[in-house]
């Protein structure tokens, strides 16, 4: 992967909400690079800042509510110079998303058919005849039966597993180069979900898409990502390839993450529990490592004092020097104790 | 969706019986009747009395009464007014379509009003505008209705004298005439207009409040996710959305509209229904009572009625079986 | 003597149909199923949405009623017993619930929440009470000091525990969990299901663990029913199931688990693709020409599927 397979660059990233009169950022200074045609994670726990995320790169955020800074380039244009009326040219076009219940996500008035035509109203010429047909080869695309029928009814007619693909196509309408899937799977019975991953997978192969994948669900990201960003409390503190990933976890909290999840290799053993609870946004320690609350009892000195992201070898990232001393053995966790090889960067 | 029409209009048929029963109910444990007050007079001795109740029929037996009453609705008689002499039907057509005529307007400026303050203050809300509609609403929730129509009447009907003071009609004017449609026009308006300034509350906050929980819902994410312009996220998706409670409300809005008729056409003499009933219960006239009730009762399930085919006309949801 | 027994068990509901509303067919929720759970085992009923799962669990504590079948427990039957016999048996039998979020009386403090149990069917004096419900806080290692805060303001993993500590204070004999940690982020679920096991262990308890995420059950549960369309379509130990699946549909439910191992993915696809060749094309093989399940068949000791 070069520079110029960049497709989405997002850079000192801030994104604040108001909780009475005052702005707490769910995003903190971060930093990601999308390349094209692939599928980036981006993991973490309810209340961390993941969608956040997805919602900032689309300017969803509640205006008012919310202060954003940093730069989002997509395609050579930051997308937070934009206007309203600017964006509303990308969304849908560009940078589509996909919602995590397909119940909520679809307007119950209105036929199906009419809710996948409807970006493309805004962003092409196409005739209302033509655009009907394009919605039902997309009905096809995402793999529903007898399209032309499914085109014109509404979303309670249809079985979640089918309104979720329903989802799916009103997000590739426009084919775009982005797509943000926002928990795609997470409200749907297992073998539905298998399908989708498979559908979206597929889709990405085909229209050579890139996804950013929103989740908390480690198994989706592995069926599915090329690359993994793991979030804990508004920072990205692991980068890298799923696959390395996987295999060997670097971060305190990614390993906790993957060590909570009940395996064959782990039955009847207890699982790996992370003490304390994820901070709340008005209660968060935003100096020094923030996963040290809740890593039991370490030395102040394994920590950085401003940890930051450092690539600690080709493409796998990490925050924080105290990676070098935590590990789980038999779902323990063990923290070495602080010797002389004090990590001196890159 | 026809099944859902004829289940509807099926299910009416026991609402009525048990709305007929009620009011023959009522009207039978109400003190006294249309005779009670000759008791007193000079001339009228209690024999006399009591061969006249005889023939009206109020010594029959409560069940046969009621059969008898029954009958007479279905072949459209609601009995004779005991004060009037007259088919009770006779007096009330005229009035009828004056109240009809009288809700109809106010209704429409009702929603006229309404519909863009609740669209103004959910589409804005939190801002000035919205709290000052807001604020409207308070003052109209908190204003009785028959001091609101009296000071109208006192300001534009007297002191002004913008509007007439009285009535339904110049009663010079041909009756079918253009002009004559203008001037019926021109006395509802004032009356029409205090009904309605009062009657916007609910269609406001209902639709005030659906916009604002609209708005949060996911599908809107959604529309703003394809780049729909917010104009038509407003337009397309969260306007249709909003009007489903307000469909619903409109059986409801219309019994509202017959008690508040009550007091406007007293108020501003207008002869409709509301007045007749005003003068036929202090006459004790109840045969007219008694109709006007059941009435108004049919009035209320035709709404509820209308209430549902609307629904399930803009919502496909309620149309599956 | 045995422990806890449901035999065919039937939940119907009616659909009704045409302008008069009439009974036109039954909605068979739960349909004919049999099982035993065995003194200090977890059992675990597994099925997608709509396979009647929760409407089994929910018919066992009594907040659903059974159309026909058995409960057996304490060798009673709780589906035709009286009322005071069915309010000593419901002690020992007791319910967690999915959502935290709205399983828990938001008006309440957890003091009264977890209290009420006791209230309601054991009369303590005041300082009796707050001893048993301080000892089941601190046994779902709760601090005394959250004794008198409402439910909002803990997370879910907290409520989770405040919702088992309230199953705990009548000393039940089972507990049915339905999807204990499925609104659970990963970190706590852990938390919950350890803590489970934990207690499992000091008060000898049963579950009937009532989920839909297979990498749980596994973990957590002795042996495994397979529900699809209100029917069992297999019954088996942890190995039979997970090692030696019979049923296209337990199967499929086990290739749908995503897979953590990276270099098994090619396999899983393959195999997720051939299983569903297979459902499509021997579908006779594995369910009647009605679509519904067959009757159970004995393939082991302890292994039985829903085969022609």
Request: hydrophobic share 40%; proline share 4%.
């Amino acid at each position: 992967m070069s520079n110029d397979d960049i497709l989405l660059q997002v850079e000192d990233l801030t994104t604040s909400f108001r909780i009475d009169e005052q702005f707490y950022p769910a995003n903190d200074h971060i930093n990601l690079d999308v390349y094209e045609n692939e599928i980036v994670a981006i993991v973490g726990e309810s209340g961390c800042g993941k969608s956040a995320f997805g919602h900032s790169i689309m300017g969803m955020h509640h205006q008012e509510q919310t202060k954003i800074s940093g730069k989002i380039h997509f395609k050579g244009v930051d997308l937070l110079s934009y206007s309203n009326t600017q964006l509303n040219k990308v969304r849908g076009k560009e940078i589509s998303m996909i919602f995590q219940d397909p119940l909520t996500a679809l307007n119950p008035l209105m036929i199906v058919g009419k809710q996948i035509e409807e970006g493309m109203k805004y962003h092409t010429k196409l005739s209302k005849n033509k655009r009907k047909q394009k919605a039902i080869e997309i009905l096809n695309e995402v793999k529903i039966p007898q399209p032309e029928r499914v085109y014109s009814q509404y979303p309670h007619e249809l079985s979640g597993g089918m309104r979720q693909r329903i989802v799916i196509a009103i997000a590739i309408a426009c084919e775009p180069s982005l797509i943000i899937a926002d928990e795609p799977t997470t409200a749907l019975d297992v073998t539905i979900q298998a399908r989708i991953i498979d559908l979206l997978k597929e889709l990405k192969r085909r229209m050579k898409t890139s996804i950013i994948l929103i989740t908390h669900d480690l198994g989706v990201v592995s069926e599915m990502a090329d690359r993994i960003a793991v979030m804990y409390a508004g920072e990205f503190v692991e980068i890298g390839e799923v696959k390395r990933f996987l295999k060997n976890p670097l971060h305190p909290y990614s390993k906790s993450l993957l060590y909570s999840l009940p395996s064959k290799n782990n039955q009847g053993e207890k699982l790996h529990v992370i003490k304390g609870v994820v901070p709340s946004l008005n209660h968060l320690q935003r100096q020094g490592c923030r996963f040290k609350p809740r890593m039991n009892g370490t030395d102040d000195s394994i920590h950085e004092e401003t940890p930051t992201l450092r690539e600690v070898e080709k493409g796998h990232w990490v925050r924080c020097t105290c990676y070098k001393h935590f590990h789980i053995e038999n779902s323990h966790q063990v923290v070495e104790e602080e010797k002389d090889d004090v990590f001196q960067g890159q | 969706m026809w099944k859902f029409v004829v289940r509807r209009i099926l299910i009416m048929i026991p609402q009525l019986v048990v709305l007929s029963i009620l009011v023959f109910i009522l009207a039978k444990v109400m003190p006294g009747d249309a005779l009670s007050g000759l008791v007193e007079t000079p001339g009228v001795d209690s024999s006399t009395i009591e061969d006249m109740r005889t023939t009206l029929g109020i010594n029959d037996p409560v069940h046969v009464q009621y059969l008898n009453w029954i009958k007479g609705l279905s072949q459209g008689d609601l009995g004779t007014s005991y004060i009037h002499q007259r088919p009770v039907l006779e007096l009330l057509e005229a009035r009828l379509w004056n109240t009809v005529y009288l809700s109809a307007a106010i209704l429409f400026l009702t929603y006229l009003i309404a519909i863009p303050l609740g669209i103004t203050a959910g589409r804005f809300h939190d801002s000035l505008i919205d709290k000052l509609i807001v604020g409207y609403n308070y003052i109209t929730y908190a204003t009785p209705l028959f001091i609101f129509a009296l000071l109208m009447l006192f300001v534009f009907g007297f002191q002004l004298q913008w509007f007439p003071t009285g009535g339904s009609a110049d009663i010079n004017l041909e009756p079918g005439t253009f002009s004559y449609y203008m001037d019926k026009i021109y006395h509802l308006l004032l009356p029409a207009l205090s009904g309605a300034l009062l009657a916007t509350v609910g269609t406001i906050q209902y639709l005030r409040n659906e916009i604002i929980d609209t708005k949060m819902k996911d599908f809107i994410k959604t529309a703003k996710s394809k780049g729909v312009p917010e104009a038509k996220i407003y337009s397309h998706h969260i306007l249709r959305n909003s009007f489903l409670p307000i469909a619903a409300f409109l059986g409801y809005e219309i019994t509202g509209l017959i008690t508040g008729s009550i007091f406007l056409e007293s108020i501003f003499s207008y002869p409709g229904i509301g007045q007749l009933f005003l003068q036929s219960i202090s006459q004790r006239d109840f045969s007219v009572v008694t109709a006007l009730v059941m009435v108004t009762g049919v009035a209320t399930l035709i709404g509820t009625l209308l209430s549902d085919i609307i629904l399930s006309l803009v919502d496909p949801r309620i149309r599956v079986e | 003597m045995t422990f806890f027994k449901v035999n065919n068990l039937k939940v119907y509901y009616p659909i009704r149909g045409g302008i008069f509303r009439r009974v036109v067919n039954h909605v068979k929720a739960v349909d004919n199923i049999n099982f035993e759970l065995k003194r200090g085992e977890t059992y675990a009923l597994v099925g997608e949405s709509g396979c009647g799962k929760t409407t089994t669990g929910r018919t066992v504590v009594g907040l659903t009623k059974a159309t026909s079948g058995e409960v057996i427990f304490n060798n009673l039957d709780l589906t035709k017993c009286n009322r005071k016999q069915i309010r000593e048996s419901r002690r020992e039998i007791q319910m967690v619930f999915q959502d935290p979020y709205s399983s828990l009386n938001p008006k309440k403090t957890v003091y009264d929440i977890v209290a009420e149990p006791l209230r309601n069917f054991e009369n303590l004096s005041k300082s009796e009470e707050r001893e048993q419900v301080e000892y089941f806080m601190q046994k779902v290692g709760m601090s005394r000091d959250s004794l008198f805060k409402y439910p909002h303001q803990f997370s879910g993993g907290q409520r989770q525990r405040v919702g088992i500590a309230r199953a705990l204070t009548l000393k039940p004999k089972i507990i049915i969990a339905d999807e204990p940690v499925s609104a659970l982020d990963a970190s706590v679920q852990a938390q919950v299901l350890n803590f489970m096991q934990d207690i499992q262990e000091e008060f000898g308890l049963t579950y009937l663990f009532i989920s839909h995420d297979l990498g749980i059950v596994r973990h957590m549960c002795n042996r495994i029913g397979i529900m699809y369309k209100g029917k069992f379509v297999e019954e088996g130990t942890r190995e039979d199931i997970y090692e030696n699946p019979q049923h296209i549909y337990t199967r499929r439910l086990i290739a749908s688990i995503p897979e953590l191992d990276t270099d098994q993915h090619q396999n899983s696809e393959l195999l997720r693709k051939n299983i569903e060749e297979e459902y499509q094309k021997e579908n006779d093989k594995y369910f009647n020409e009605d679509g519904s399940v067959m009757d159970l068949k004995p393939v082991s000791d302890t292994h039985f599927a829903a085969l022609r």
